[in-house]
């Protein structure tokens, strides 16, 4: 068979063929590549995609627990929870333009009647602290814009509507140092391993009680599997995990006895603190600080109210003083020097110091409060009048004896009894004070902070608790204990029982005792007996508070110097005496004589304490 020849055509040429051959086999290819990730998407992993698929239509929401309640030594409930409407805003999911988050907030704001300024600076103070974590932008908000915004999430980016607990005080101001305050956890507390296993947005105490005490109070999230639609809205519960409810802690605190101590420090008007403590096991029975404030406006505070408990540098609401406050105690101190005097063979409780008004050393005479003078005195008669030239001749035989690692024996026993160190209490913000020592001054005056190394007047003024010494009233608290019970460091706790939510105990806080100091009877008899007379026997320094307090006590006035303020007072009471159960410590900044301000507080304290323990139902008498 014969071609035409029109229909001859030239055969394709070698390079045009390998062309073609390279393009049809990339296609192939590529082809091959495509059918193999449809074959690969449907086939083995069409069954993950499709539970991907569903994932978007759903939402897991955590809800949080309710936080457990603490209760006073009774059972009596002083923090508790209420469930709270709130608004609240995911940084990351909020419009990523300025304008339309400004719109966002302007449109909240005018339905919740407010100025939208006000919520920029409040969604700005809550990413600062964390960044990632949901702010709560508004709290208590009216039922029906909760409602409102839950319904329209579309013209609501990045806003979750919501229910929280949140802390409720029904007793108002009463133990507001005590509880501490509830915070979401910032970034910088979710890496600690306390927290491992919480997320942005959980709430943790974040001081006081609620801090101390977090893993017991804060409970378990639940998790609540939610349908949505495609704009985010809800349209129905999936599954629901339950939280579980913190576990609720019954405190060593008489609530009676707290609101007669915090009752007592306003009746004086003035900054100050007072302690009240059992002697043989540290369990804190009542603790304050004035001036205080409501742990209700650290719910949802205002910048006023911010600034007024935590700016103020005058009143300082919210620095508890009990705990944090840096004072010289005056003659308070004096106990402990007669301590160190007796254990370091100095005298005896016979030893007879002559007390002619004055006591000279290196040219600088120093007296007696008022120039009095009384002549002839041991030590029980020296604590019964409080003699000032008794205890400086103690603080320069003292320091005869020389220093050793830790200064010399009256700041070795100073120290043993609790003095210049933390006392460990169950409380954050716990300060340690300054124990002064020949080493600790020298030091500052080698580095030119000072403008004198140690020496003896340094010496007879800590003896009498004046020069540098700071302390606070649990400092005071716990050395004054370990006398009375004879020589055990107790450890203070304001922790009692964790009890869950059937009532069921979880744990009981028994911390024990810090050491053992070996206190002879008949040193501690000493003591008491002299403390004894100075609060009940005529000539006493605080005979006119105490002489006709129907329950026999053994309590020491402290009246310090504290330039440029006026001075310090301090009262230090054991009851009963001679055998006490309770010590109380009472201060008050600028508050003059010991006997004017402390005394009279302790005295209120002491005297609801006896008045709940006899009237107690069914004791018999007077009770724990």
Known sequence: MYLRTDDRRPPLSTGLALRVAIIGGVTLALFAVLLFRLWYLQVLSGDRYLAEANDNRTREVRVAAPRGEILDRSGKVLVRNRVSLALQVDPQKLPRRAADRQGLLSRIGNLAGIPPRRLRRTLHEEVVVSPTSPATLIQDVPSDLFYYVRENQDRFP???AGRVFVRRYPNGTLGAHLFGNVNEISDQQLKE?????LEPGDLIGQDGIEYSYDRYLRGQAGVTRVQVDSFGRPKGELSVSEPKPGDNL??????????AGEGALA???LPGAFVAMDTSSGAILAMGSSPTYDPAD???PTQAEVDAIYRDPVAAPIYNRAISGLYPTGSTFKPITSIAALASGVVTPFTTIIDDGAFTLGGITFQNAGGASYGALTMQPALQVSSDVFYYTLGNELDKLGPGAHGTMLQRWARRLGIGHETGIDLPGEQPGLLPTPAWRNQLYRKDLTDRPWSGGDAVNLAVGQGDLQANPLQMAVAYSTIANGGTVVRPHVGGIVEDAAGRVVREIEPG???????????RQTILDGLHDAAQSPGGTSYSVFGGFKVPVAGKTGTAERPPYADQSWYVVLAPYPDPEIVVAATFEQGGFGVDAAAPAAATILSEYYNAAINAPGTGGIVE
Do not use: K, M
């Open 158 to 160: 990045g806003v979750d």
């Open 250 to 259: 019954r405190l060593t605190i008489d609530s009676r006895l707290q609101a």
């Open 193 to 197: 391993p306390r927290y491992r296993n």
């Open 298 to 300: 650290l719910i949802n």
């Open 513 to 523: 005792a810090a050491r053992e100091l070996p206190i002879e009877p008949q040193w």
């Open 267 to 269: 009746a004086q008007a």
